[in-house]
């Protein structure tokens, strides 16, 4: 049994917006073909997910060699937080993020979503080779909205997922675009259609070695 963290980072209803319908379709595939997996559903535009500020930043300078109390209280509540997150994403074992693609970017939540898990000692290392993940044995998959088309490059998004994701150790799965619906409105069955094969395609190979 694994346990999958669905994550959603569009404010946009889940009929409307068009990577959240392909991660639906990608997500009931995935649970035929697995039906112990147990998923964990993360609506981050509807959870209050934490900026990193400077009473975070001193909690953790802190801890590297001072206990929890030593902290202060505002220290505390706040890093029992990102505590929270980064103890669920460890846990979990594949990962399926959905994003629009914004202003060649993606939407700040998911930003901060990565700053709260993204954890010197618990998701990846220094080293004096670089950095390197802690996360063994996790497998991730993107699926991205993208007005244009932007799979072959020229935004920030998807490279910053995937690079994200590796750098904590997850290995991720080619990324599902549903793109260019907004360029050619007249297309958008033909790419439905195509990104809903990519998906059931792609839940194939979404399990763990
Ligand atoms: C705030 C905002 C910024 C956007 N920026 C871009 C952009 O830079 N490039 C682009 O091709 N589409 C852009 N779009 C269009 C969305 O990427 C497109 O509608 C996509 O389908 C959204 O994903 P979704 O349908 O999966 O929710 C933007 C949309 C919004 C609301």
């Not at 619906?181 to 395609?201: G, R």
Request: charged content about 25%.
């Amino acid at each position: 049994m694994a346990k999958i963290l669905f994550i959603k980072s569009t404010p946009v209803q889940d009929e409307l917006s068009r990577s959240t319908q392909i991660a639906r379709i990608f997500l009931e595939r995935v649970m035929e073909l697995n039906p112990s997996d147990e998923v964990i559903e993360m609506d981050l535009f509807n959870m209050e997910v934490p900026f990193v500020d400077m009473d975070v930043l001193n909690a953790k300078t802190k801890l590297r060699t001072m206990t929890f109390d030593d902290l202060t209280e505002n220290e505390k509540s706040k890093i029992k937080v990102f505590d929270q997150f980064t103890q669920q994403f460890m846990n979990a074992d594949k990962y399926i993020i959905v994003s629009p693609l914004w202003n060649l970017g993606f939407p700040p939540v998911l930003k901060a979503y990565f700053d709260a898990v993204c954890w010197a000692g618990k998701t990846f290392r220094y080293t004096p080779h670089g950095a390197v993940g802690l996360l063994e044995n996790k497998l991730g998959i993107h699926i991205h909205g993208c007005g244009g088309k932007y799979s072959t490059g020229g935004a920030y998004s998807d490279p910053y997922v995937r690079g994200v994701m590796n750098f904590m150790g997850v290995e991720m799965l080619p990324t599902i675009f549903v793109e260019g619906i907004d360029e050619n409105p007249d297309q958008s069955e033909q790419i439905l259609a195509s990104a809903k094969e990519k998906a059931l395609d792609m839940a194939e190979s979404f399990k763990l070695a």
